[in-house]
C-alpha cells in the first residue's frame, strides 16, 4: 500500500490544478495558508432588554411614589400633586405672592403685588402635611378634599402702603386713655373715638379668592371702612379702676404697717399711662420716686419706745402706763426706686422696706398707797420708793378707817355721798364728790371741798384730801393696786 500523503503535500494537490507556470515556485516552495473560520452567528435577546425597561420604570415610579405628594392634592386651591413637598412648598409661596391687585378707587387705580402686601401663606407646613397625609404611594390618597391654607396679609407691610396708594381712605382712630383728675384726686377716662381704614381682613380675603380661582388678578375696592380704635373705653375703665384700687393702698411698708403713706397726687406725679402700639400700660417715673425714697430714712428710722406697766404686789398687770414700740433701722435702698417702679408699672402699689428693728424692754411698777393713820398721811410708793405724800383726813371715832391690806375697787369721777334725808342712815349727805376709789367696802378715797382741816380725822370712814390730791390719786392708780392702812 502506497505511504498516505502529509498534511503539506495534500494541502498543496488541493490548491494546484495545473502544472505551475514558469517561473513561480512549486508547491513545495509555497507558504502553508489557513483559510478564515465562518464567524458564528450572535443570538438576539430582545425580549430580555424589553422586560430589564420595564422593571428600571417600575422601580422608579415606585421610588418616586415615596417622594411624592399623591396626584390630585390641592393646597388653597393651589395643585401640588405629584411634587415633592419642597416644589409645592415653592409652587404655593409663588402662587400667592404673583397675584396682583388692582386698587379700585385709589388715584389712577394702582396695581399691587400680593408679596408688596405681605401675603404669605405657611407652605412649607402645609406641604409638608399634604406629604405627611397623601403620600402618592398611598392610592386611597389619590385625588382627595382640598387642603384648607390661611393667607395672611402683614399689617406692617400693607399699611404703609395702602396709606400711600390710598390717603384718603384713612382717618386714625383716636385711643381710650387714662388719665389723673386733680379735682376727684382719681385716675379717670377719656373716650375712643372711631375712625376708617382699608379693610385688611377683606383685602386677604379677595387674595385669597384668586389663589384658589387660579387667577393671577384681582380687583379690590379700597373704599374708607369704619375702625374701631385699638384701645377700647371698656379696656380704659379697667385700667383706671386698678390703678385707682392700687392707690387706696399705696405706700412703703414695714410689715404690715404702711409706715409711709403715698398720697393720690404725689402717685400722679410718679405713674403715667401710655398707649403702647394699642395696649395701655403704666409707666413710672424713676426721678420722681427716687426724691421720696431718698426721704424715707427720716420717715422709718426710730429710737425703741420701752413698755412701763403697772402691777401689783403678786406682779399682776393692771395697766400700761407706755405701750413698747420695738425700734426700727432702714437697710440698704440703694435698689428700692427701681424695685417700686417696677412694681408700680405692674399694678402693685405696696413697696416692702428692709429694716433691722431693734426691740423695746419692759418696766413693771410697783405701785402702793400707805395710809398712816397716826399721822394723817397718805404715802404713793414705786418700786419701793415714797415718790409723794401729803396730809388727809381719815375716819373718826366709831367711823375710825379700818387698818389692813386691801387693794383699789370700783372707781368713779363723781358720785352723791349719803342720804339726803339726814334723818336715815349715814344721817349726812355729800353731793358731787369728786375722785372717788373704794379700797375697803364703803371706805374710799375722795376729794374733798367742805373743809381743809387735813392732818385731823373728819370723815365717816373715807380718806379725804384736797380734790386736785384725789384727781392725782384717782389718775395714778388703775384698780387692783395695793393699799396699806395702819397706824
Known amino acids: 500500500m502506497p505511504d498516505a500523503p502529509s498534511e503539506s503535500s495534500g494541502a498543496a494537490a488541493s490548491t494546484t490544478a495545473a502544472s505551475p507556470a514558469e517561473g513561480a515556485p512549486s508547491a513545495d516552495e509555497r507558504p502553508v495558508q489557513w483559510a478564515e473560520r465562518e464567524p458564528v452567528t450572535k443570538k438576539r435577546h430582545i425580549g430580555l432588554w424589553i422586560g430589564l425597561g420595564i422593571g428600571a420604570a417600575a422601580l422608579a415610579a415606585g421610588a418616586a411614589s415615596l417622594i411624592l405628594i399623591a396626584p390630585g392634592t390641592s393646597i388653597a386651591g393651589v395643585p401640588v400633586g405629584g411634587l415633592t413637598p419642597g416644589a409645592a412648598a415653592d409652587a404655593l409661596s409663588n402662587r400667592v405672592s404673583t397675584v396682583e391687585v388692582t386698587l379700585n378707587g385709589a388715584p389712577q387705580s394702582p396695581v399691587v403685588t400680593a408679596s408688596e402686601l405681605g401675603a404669605s401663606?405657611?407652605?412649607?407646613?402645609?406641604?409638608?402635611?399634604?406629604?405627611?397625609?397623601?403620600?402618592?404611594?398611598?392610592?386611597?390618597?389619590?385625588?382627595?378634599?382640598?387642603?384648607?391654607?390661611?393667607?395672611?396679609?402683614?399689617?406692617?407691610?400693607?399699611?404703609?402702603?395702602?396709606?400711600?396708594?390710598?390717603?384718603?381712605?384713612?382717618?386714625?382712630?383716636?385711643?381710650?386713655?387714662?388719665?389723673?383728675?386733680?379735682?376727684?384726686?382719681?385716675?379717670?377716662?377719656?373716650?375712643?373715638?372711631?375712625?376708617?381704614?382699608?379693610?385688611?381682613?377683606?383685602?386677604?380675603?379677595?387674595?385669597?379668592?384668586?389663589?384658589?380661582?387660579?387667577?393671577?388678578?384681582?380687583?379690590?375696592?379700597?373704599?374708607?371702612?369704619?375702625?374701631?380704635?385699638?384701645?377700647?373705653?371698656?379696656?380704659?375703665?379697667?385700667?383706671?379702676?386698678?390703678?385707682?384700687?392700687?392707690?387706696?393702698?399705696?405706700?412703703?411698708?414695714?410689715?404690715?404697717?404702711?409706715?409711709?403713706?403715698?398720697?393720690?397726687?404725689?402717685?400722679?406725679?410718679?405713674?403715667?399711662?401710655?398707649?403702647?402700639?394699642?395696649?395701655?400700660?403704666?409707666?413710672?417715673?424713676?426721678?420722681?420716686?427716687?426724691?421720696?425714697?431718698?426721704?424715707?430714712?427720716?420717715?422709718?428710722?426710730?429710737?425703741?419706745?420701752?413698755?412701763?406697766?403697772?402691777?401689783?404686789?403678786?406682779?399682776?398687770?393692771?395697766?400700761?402706763?407706755?405701750?413698747?414700740?420695738?425700734?426700727?433701722?432702714?437697710?440698704?435702698?440703694?435698689?428700692?426706686?427701681?424695685?417700686?417702679?417696677?412694681?408700680?408699672?405692674?399694678?402693685?402699689?405696696?413697696?416692702e422696706l428692709p429694716v433691722t428693728e431693734t426691740p423695746f424692754t419692759s418696766t413693771n411698777l410697783a405701785r402702793v398707797i400707805d395710809v398712816n393713820l397716826s399721822e394723817q398721811l397718805v404715802s404713793v410708793i414705786e418700786n419701793g420708793t415714797v415718790i409723794d405724800s401729803w396730809y388727809v383726813s381719815s375716819g373718826r371715832g366709831e367711823f375710825a378707817t379700818r387698818t389692813g391690806s386691801f387693794e383699789v375697787g370700783w372707781k368713779t369721777p363723781s358720785q352723791n355721798m349719803g342720804d339726803q334725808d339726814l334723818t336715815k342712815s349715814p344721817f349726812y349727805y355729800q353731793p358731787d364728790v369728786k375722785w372717788v376709789m373704794y379700797f375697803n367696802g364703803d371706805e374710799a378715797f375722795h376729794g374733798v371741798y367742805w373743809h381743809s382741816n387735813w392732818g385731823t380725822p373728819m370723815s365717816h370712814g373715807c380718806v379725804g384730801m384736797p380734790e386736785w390730791r384725789a384727781q392725782w390719786l384717782y389718775d395714778w392708780a388703775p384698780e387692783g393696786v395695793d393699799v396699806n392702812v395702819h397706824y
Open 121 to 351: 401663606i405657611d407652605a412649607k407646613a402645609l406641604a409638608d402635611q399634604a406629604f405627611a397625609e397623601r403620600p402618592a404611594w398611598n392610592l386611597g390618597a389619590w385625588f382627595g378634599a382640598p387642603i384648607e391654607g390661611k393667607i395672611s396679609v402683614d399689617p406692617e407691610k400693607a399699611e404703609p402702603l395702602l396709606r400711600d396708594l390710598a390717603s384718603a381712605a384713612y382717618d386714625d382712630p383716636i385711643d381710650a386713655g387714662v388719665e389723673f383728675d386733680a379735682t376727684t384726686s382719681t385716675f379717670i377716662t377719656t373716650p375712643a373715638e372711631s375712625g376708617t381704614g382699608i379693610d385688611l381682613d377683606d383685602l386677604t380675603a379677595a387674595i385669597a379668592s384668586a389663589v384658589a380661582g387660579d387667577s393671577s388678578a384681582v380687583s379690590f375696592d379700597a373704599v374708607a371702612s369704619r375702625v374701631e380704635a385699638p384701645v377700647s373705653d371698656d379696656d380704659a375703665t379697667a385700667m383706671a379702676k386698678s390703678i385707682n384700687e392700687m392707690l387706696a393702698g399705696l405706700g412703703f411698708y414695714v410689715g404690715l404697717e404702711r409706715t409711709v403713706p403715698v398720697d393720690a397726687a404725689t402717685a400722679a406725679t410718679w405713674i403715667t399711662v401710655v398707649d403702647n402700639d394699642g395696649e395701655l400700660e403704666i409707666e413710672a417715673d424713676r426721678k420722681a420716686i427716687k426724691a421720696v425714697v431718698d426721704a424715707l430714712p427720716t420717715a422709718v428710722n426710730r429710737a425703741p419706745v420701752n413698755a412701763q406697766v403697772v402691777v401689783n404686789s403678786s406682779g399682776e398687770v393692771l395697766r400700761d402706763v407706755t405701750a413698747g414700740v420695738a425700734g426700727r433701722t432702714l437697710g440698704d435702698i440703694s435698689k428700692l426706686t427701681e424695685k417700686t417702679a417696677a412694681q408700680l408699672e405692674k399694678g402693685n402699689g405696696v413697696i
